[in-house]
Every structure is written in C-alpha cells, then in structure tokens.
C-alpha cells in the first residue's frame, strides 16, 4: 500500500514541478527543513519506480491471447479495452504460384464509431493496419463510415521454391463497453490474371481489389482493360509495382503506379520495361462519390464532423489483359503513313511530265506553223497571230531548267530581262503607301471602283512589283507568327507529358486509351504520326505554287503579253502562307494530341483560323489584287479571333455576359465588314459616317426607294449577314460548351458562302472550269465528307471528365494501329491540300483573257 500511496503522491508533486511551481512543490514534498541533494536523488529514484509500477499495474489489467487460426474460418469475438487477441496464421507461398490472401472484416455492434477495432496484420516484409468501422473522406472532407472492409494482403517474392511464411492479426479497442466482430481469412485463387482471359469480380470503397499479372514470354507491352456495365459508382484502376505496402483505397491509390477514373471502361498500356520485376498489380478501387466522374454531387453534411451514410456502392467489373502491338506493327503503321502521303508526290511528278508534254506537242505545232507561215521582214499584225511562241520557249527553259537546277542557260537571257530583274530586285523595300500608281489625272478611284459592271482590269492598275511585295508579307509574317508560336507549345506539351509519366496521373490527357500506342515517352504515337500528312502536303503545295512562280516570273521577264495583260493577276505570297499555315497545323496538332486535354485545345485550331482566313483573302483577291487587305491588317484580325477563342475556352462555358459581347461584336464585325465590301473599300469609319448613313438612307429608300446598285454584292452580303447572324443567334441561346469548334464553325461556313458565290458568278459570267480543276473540285469534296465522318465519331473529348470522356473510347480500325480520329488527320489533310489546289487552278481557263473582259464579283 506504500508504494501506491506514495507514487500518487510524487505524481502530484511532477505535475506541480512541470508547471514551473517549484517553491509550491517543495513545501508540499518537504515540510520539515530545506531540500538537499540527498532528498532530491531519493525523489527521482521513487518517481522511476513509480512509473515502472504503473506500467506493470495497467499490463497486469489487458489480457492479451493469442489463438492459432486457420483459413476460411469465420470467427466471431468481442474485443474491450482490457483484452487483445492475436490470430497466428501461417501458409505455404511457392516460387510457382502465386496466392492471394484476403481478409475479411464485419464489426456488429452498434455505435462502434466513437471507438473503432484496430485490425493489425503483421506479415513478413510488411504491416497492415486499418480501423472498422473504415472511415473515408471525400469531396469537402466529408465522412463515410464502412463497417464491413475486406483487404488483400501483400505478397512479398520468395526466393526459394517453397516457403512456409506467419503473419499475425492484432485486434484491439479502446472501448471499454466491447465490441463484437467477426474476421475471416480466405485465398484468392484466381489472383494471378491470365493472358486475354476474362476475370469478374465486385469492389467497393472498403472493399478494394487487385490482382497480380506477369508479363509471358515474347510479350514486352500489354493492354489493361477493366468494363463494367454499371455507369456508377465512380471507380479508379491503377498499374503499381509488386512491392509492399498496396495502396487499394480512395485517399491513397494515387500515390504511386498509374491510375485513372472509369465509369463503365478504362484502358492503361503498360511496357515491361518499366517494371523490373516482369510484373505488376491492377488494382481497382471504387470512389466513396461519383463528382470525379461527372456524377451528381451529394448533400453537403451540416456539420463538418457528421458522417454520412455510404449506401451500396459494390460495382461489377471485368478486367482482361491483352498483349498490345509489336514493333512489327510500329514499322508497318509508319510505312503505311508514308506510303499514302509520298503516292502524292509521285502523282503531281506524274501529272507534271503530262502537262510538260502537252506544253511541249503544243510548242511543236506551233513552232510548225510559225516556220511555214512566216515572211522574213513581215511582223504579225497581233502578238496572238502566230500563238504565244514566248510562252512554248517558257516551257522549253523550265524544262531544262530542270535538269540544271532551275537555271536558264545565260545565252537565252535577254538583256532586256536581265535589267529588268535587277530592277526589281533594287525595289526590293518597296513598300505599297510609298506612292499610289493609280494615277488621278487618268481616272479618279471613286470613279472606278464604283462602276456598275467592274472588270479586273480596273482593280488591278497598281504597280506589280509593290503589289508583290505586299502579299509576300503574308508568307513571311506567317512563318515568324508560327515560329515564335510553336516553341513555346512544343515546351509546354513536353511538360504535360513529363508530369503524365511522372506523376501516372492519366487523366492530365484526354487519349483515346483503347488505341493509344506509345513510343519512348510519348503516350500516343499513332496519334501524332497521323499529322505528318499536313507537313508533307502543305510542302508539296509549296513546291507547285514555286514552280509556277518561277514560270510565271520568267514570262514577266521576257515581257510575256499573256503574263502582263491576261488572266487573273498572280500573286503567290497568299498560296505560300497557306502552305506554311498547313504545315504549322500538322506541327500544332501532333503538339496538341502529345497531351489533348481542355487547356491546350487552342493548339489544335489556331491555325485552322488562320488557314480559313487567308483562303477567303485569296479568294477575294482574285477578283479585287488592288484593294484587298494588308498582311498587318489581315493578322490583326486573326488575332482578334484567337484572342476570342481564348476567352471564350477559359470563360464562355455558361457565361451569358460573355456570349452576349461576342454575339454583339460578331453582328457589328459583319456588318462592318458587308458595308467594306459593299462599297469595294470607298467606304471610310470617321466622324462623318453618321450622316453619311442618314444620306445614303433617306436618298436610296425614302425619297426615291432605289434598288441596290450592285445585285450580285447585295446579294452576297444579305446571304451573309442571315448565315453570321444565324450563328450568333445559335451560340447566345444555345451557349455551346466548344467555342473553339463554334468559332471555327463560323469561318468555314463563311469561306464556303463565299467559294459556292464565287462558283456561281464564274459559271454565269461565261466563264469555264478547266478538267484539273473540275477533278480537284470533286475529289476534294468527296474526300472532304468521308473526313467529316471520321471526325464525329468522337472518340474522346475534354468537355466531360477523363471517366467520361473514356466512354467514348474505341478499338484501332486501321492495321491495328491507327483510330478514327487518325483517319480524320490522314482524310482532312488530303482534302485540305485539294481545297488549295481548288483555289490554285480554279481561274486557269482565264490565263487567254485579257483582264478588260474578266468580270468582278
């Protein structure tokens, strides 16, 4: 009884001794006489046999039993706070065959929340320890009680064949009422997954699963693929090594392997090569909410501390693991890619040596017929007497101009047109405001370009050299606009697929995961690959707008009448943006599908802009080389509309204000832009617009109610306005969550109003399509149907969650190797390069006619 007694006494005196009362300790511990030193040895020695007879007293109360346990046996047990039981198993593991052990555990008594079991399962390399009822987290920390929780035990590797291994179960509380539970121990028999073979199973939140695959022979990469038919509840599959501990719950799968959300399907690629051991666990968890896949969000709990109730969320899943392409199928995939695109090149060499024959039978006749006909010392009375001999001697030179580097022999230069071009290159910094070559005493602008009936001859009186060079400011502002925007994607893309492979989050990138073959560290190289055929095309179309630029430059420096006076005025800095502009969008997208998701989507179509825009330039300047718009003004525009689609990514989804802004400003752009071409650019924004408005409407439709002057324009324009109107009405009430596509949609539905117009007044106006153009024509259209077909089909898309998105996902369909979304790339990029072969040959039947007789529309 001393010892008690006086270990509560010295207790008191350490407490009161901790709190810095040191004067009030010592009268209470010593009231007869001042402490010494002896005193204070003697307290500390009776301080550390207090504590130790406090320790041997509280072990003397818990009772700790150990029982000898066998699998597949239920035990029912209740647990206190005085009592621990330790269940000792023990089990055979062979080298051979792998073995799941699961536990199972049921707690049946009721408010066992305030004082939980603790479950400790102490294995060889390896502890495990949970609580039950299992307590899960969600979204704003809400709480989810489990209280039935089944987890699979680590398997650490043996080294020898056979091994007997012991783990050992703790069970413990702090409740001193008691609470009944029930543990049972069972293998998992079927937890090594075969090759291509089926395996079903349930999860659930507190009931996780995993299961162990090794990789066979000859098979480097393989395809891990997990179904359901139930949408919900909201489930996540992950890819980790074998090693020990496994992260199978809600709050900690995402620590390490790869993982991503599902609702009915996922699909993770994984390489051999990453995984030292030839193996590796797929695990599935099941989400304690459904707000990561796109589920509804549940009630919000009205204290911060109340639980909520879990509910059913078991799930049925099937999970296959298939062995993925070989390198067999990479080399096929890429020649197959080349293959089509290089057909290309051929062909247009092929379609070359034709024309060049016929240029060359042609050159024959009439080389023929000049030889017989000519009297020496008579001259034609028409240079197009005797046919166009300069032009026959053009192709004569180009031809062997190929063969010699595309030099003409010097003895067939000219000195006239050797002046000529030094001429032209000294006014190489010509720029067009220097001086207006549209000479007033001859005729005044307003006066011409306000004629009823305009010919192209009226629009294109300005000098051809600065005309030249400026629509050459359209190819180089291009390539440095693409420059400058392409090495900051190129970074920031690498990243993404840096902090993908890193962190193995796959929901970072919206792939289509059922073909998404990966090649170093790139996730989805089918997917890029695809976009070489704009880079190959938008090349090739380069090289056939060089070669005619060279024909058509030398017939301008042997002062070809056909190149100064007929045809439609050629001007190339357009075609060669456009094809700079084709291959920066091949470049762009393969940036953009290295890592497709909802913040770099603008990519993918900025340059389609730009590719809608210069086509409707240059079909406008066909007609109109005098007054269409500068590089500066032109991109400035295209700007505007990039900046928009920003904008409208990050703050259009469900913003009123801003589609209203934008439906506002798209309705005042068009009718800005109808009243400029209306008046064919006489029109000027100053400070008089607003009576010249009243004017122009009192004159034309009060006092005398004239018709439009000029039908076929107003015609055009009223079209135009309904159609952009149209669309600005559509995205104010429908609020479309894709502005970029939305965007997009309104340039091309623009570009071919205007190209079906043209169309129409070129055929009504006497005017013919030659047979090339005819075929480009059809063939374009046809491919461009098939490509839209592909194009939604919608394998994935970033305006849903990842485990939405995944729904959408799809087998290849092409060599096993390449998607829909593939073939999208490969069709829209042919037909990209006929829309441009369309505009290059498409006035090729006007090369005869003098420009006085062209009509402009």
Same mark, same amino acid.
């Given at each position: 009884m001393f010892v008690p007694c006086f270990c509560a006494a010295t207790m008191l005196c350490s407490q009161l001794l901790l709190t810095n009362r040191k004067e009030m300790v010592l009268r209470s511990c010593c009231k007869f006489g001042p402490v010494s030193v002896l005193f204070r040895l003697g307290y500390l020695a009776l301080l550390l046999l207090c504590v130790t007879h406090l320790r041997c007293a509280r072990a003397e109360t818990k009772t700790v039993v150990q029982k000898d346990a066998e699998f597949d046996v239920t035990y029912n047990d209740t647990v206190t706070s005085d009592n621990q039981t330790i269940y000792a198993f023990n089990h055979t593991v062979s080298r051979n065959k792998t073995e799941g052990v699961r536990v199972t555990v049921d707690v049946l008594s009721e408010g066992a929340e305030s004082s939980p079991i603790l479950f400790v399962v102490r294995q060889k390399q390896a502890v495990l320890s949970f609580q039950v009822p299992l307590i899960l987290r969600g979204l704003y920390q809400r709480k989810y009680p489990y209280a039935h929780v089944g987890r699979t035990l680590c398997q650490p590797p043996t080294r020898t064949l056979s091994e007997t291994q012991y783990f050992f179960v703790d069970v413990s509380t702090l409740s001193s009422l008691g609470t009944h539970y029930q543990l049972r121990i069972s293998r998992v028999d079927s937890f090594t997954l075969h090759t291509d073979k089926k395996f079903s199973f349930t999860a659930s939140p507190s009931q996780p699963q995993y299961f162990k695959y090794v990789f066979p022979d000859g098979v480097d990469t393989a395809i891990v693929k997990v179904n359901s038919e139930m949408t919900f509840p909201c489930s996540v599959m992950s890819i980790q090594d074998i090693q020990c501990p496994v992260y199978d719950l809600d709050n900690n799968v995402a620590f390490i392997g790869m993982y991503q959300t599902m609702t009915k399907t996922a699909a993770i690629t994984v390489q051999r090569k990453d995984f030292p051991s030839n193996s590796f666990y797929v695990v599935v968890v099941v989400k304690t909410e459904d707000e990561a896949c796109g589920g509804p969000l549940r009630f919000y709990p009205l204290r911060p501390d109340e639980l909520?109730?879990?509910?059913?969320?078991?799930?049925?899943?099937?999970?296959?693991?298939?062995?993925?392409?070989?390198?067999?199928?990479?080399?096929? /995939?890429?020649?197959?890619?080349?293959?089509?695109?290089?057909?290309?090149?051929?062909?247009?060499?092929?379609?070359?040596?034709?024309?060049?024959?016929?240029?060359?039978?042609?050159?024959?006749?009439?080389?023929?017929?000049? $030889? $017989?006909?000519?009297?020496?010392?008579?001259?034609?009375?028409?240079?197009?007497?005797?046919?166009?001999?300069?032009?026959?001697?053009?192709?004569?030179?180009?031809?062997?101009?190929?063969?010699?580097?595309?030099?003409?022999?010097?003895?067939?230069?000219?000195l006239e047109?050797?002046?000529?071009?030094?001429?032209?290159?000294?006014?190489?910094? $010509?720029?067009?405001?220097?001086?207006?070559?549209?000479?007033d005493i001859d005729s005044d602008k307003n006066i011409v370009r306000t004629k009823k009936y305009l010919c192209v001859s009226d629009l294109a009186r300005k000098d051809k050299r600065v005309l030249s060079k400026k629509y050459q400011i359209y190819f180089w502002n291009i390539a440095t606009i693409g420059v400058f925007y392409a090495l900051p994607v190129i970074q920031l893309v690498i990243t993404y697929q840096t902090v993908v492979n890193v962190t193995g989050n796959q929901d970072i990138c919206y792939y289509n995961f059922l073909c998404a073959h990966p090649l170093g560290n790139l996730s989805a190289f089918n997917n890029i690959l695809s976009n070489l055929g704009y880079v190959m095309? /938008?090349?090739?179309?380069?090289?056939?707008?060089?070669?005619?630029?060279?024909?058509?430059?030398?017939?301008?420096?042997?002062?070809?009448?056909?190149?100064?006076?007929?045809?439609?005025?050629?001007?190339?800095?357009?075609?060669?943006?456009?094809?700079?502009?084709?291959?920066?969008? /091949?470049?762009?997208?393969?940036?953009?599908?290295?890592c497709p998701n909802y913040t770099n989507f603008q990519f993918d179509t900025s340059f389609m802009y730009m590719i809608a825009g210069l086509c409707v330039l240059k079909l406008y300047q066909k007609r109109h080389p005098d007054i269409n718009a500068s590089a500066y003004t032109a991109y400035a525009c295209l700007a505007a509309v990039i900046f928009f689609s920003v904008l409208g990514v990050v703050f259009g989804k469900g913003n009123m204000v801003f589609w209203i802004i934008f439906s506002v400003l798209h309705i005042l752009a068009t009718m800005l832009l109808s009243t400029q071409l209306y008046y064919m650019g006489r029109w000027r924004l100053d400070s008089g617009i607003l009576r010249r408005?009243?004017?122009?409407?009192?004159?034309?439709?009060?006092?005398?109610?004239? /018709?439009?002057?000029?039908?076929?324009?107003?015609?055009?324009?009223?079209?135009?306005?309904?159609?952009?109107?149209?669309?600005?009405?559509?995205?104010?009430?429908?609020?479309?969550?894709?502005?970029?596509?939305?965007?997009?949609?309104?340039? $091309?539905?623009?570009?071919?109003?205007?190209?079906?117009?043209?169309?129409?007044?070129?055929?009504?106006?006497?005017?013919?399509?030659?047979?090339?153009?005819?075929?480009?024509?059809?063939?374009?259209?046809?491919?461009?149907?098939?490509?839209?077909?592909?194009?939604?089909?919608?394998?994935?898309?970033?305006?849903?969650?990842?485990?939405?998105?995944?729904?959408?996902?799809r087998d290849c369909i092409v060599l096993s190797f390449f998607d829909d979304h593939d073939i999208w790339h490969f069709l829209s990029s042919i037909a990209m390069f006929g829309s441009f072969l369309v505009l290059l040959t498409m006035d090729d039947d006007l090369d005869d006619v003098q420009r006085d007789k062209i009509f402009v529309f």
């Open positions: 909520i109730d879990a509910g059913n969320r078991s799930k049925t899943l099937d999970v296959v693991v298939s062995p993925a392409i070989s390198s067999d199928v990479y080399v096929m /995939g890429m020649l197959f890619c080349l293959g089509i695109f290089l057909s290309f090149y051929l062909l247009t060499f092929l379609v070359a040596c034709v024309e060049n024959k016929r240029s060359v039978d042609r050159f024959t006749v009439i080389y023929s017929k000049y $030889i $017989i006909s000519y009297t020496p010392g008579v001259t034609p009375v028409s240079p197009y007497e005797y046919g166009s001999f300069g032009e026959c001697v053009c192709v004569l030179i180009y031809i062997t101009s190929l063969l010699f580097s595309l030099s003409p022999p010097l003895s067939e230069r000219s047109s050797v002046t000529g071009r030094s001429r032209q290159e000294s006014l190489s910094s $010509i720029e067009e405001d220097d001086y207006d070559t549209l000479a095309l /938008g090349l090739l179309f380069l090289l056939i707008v060089l070669q005619r630029d060279i024909i058509h430059s030398r017939a301008l420096d042997r002062h070809d009448l056909n190149a100064l006076e007929c045809g439609i005025p050629k001007h190339f800095g357009l075609f060669y943006a456009m094809g700079t502009a084709l291959m920066m969008e /091949g470049l762009l997208s393969a940036c953009y599908h290295v408005i009243v004017y122009v409407i009192y004159t034309d439709c009060i006092r005398q109610c004239s /018709g439009p002057m000029y039908i076929d324009r107003m015609v055009l324009l009223v079209m135009g306005n309904i159609v952009n109107w149209s669309l600005a009405a559509y995205g104010l009430l429908k609020t479309p969550n894709d502005f970029a596509s939305y965007l997009l949609a309104i340039a $091309i539905c623009n570009l071919l109003l205007y190209f079906a117009f043209y169309i129409i007044m070129k055929l009504r106006s006497g005017e013919r399509i030659q047979c090339m153009a005819m075929v480009c024509i059809l063939f374009t259209a046809v491919v461009w149907g098939f490509a839209l077909f592909f194009f939604f089909q919608g394998l994935s898309t970033w305006q849903k969650t990842p485990a939405e998105s995944q729904e959408h996902n």
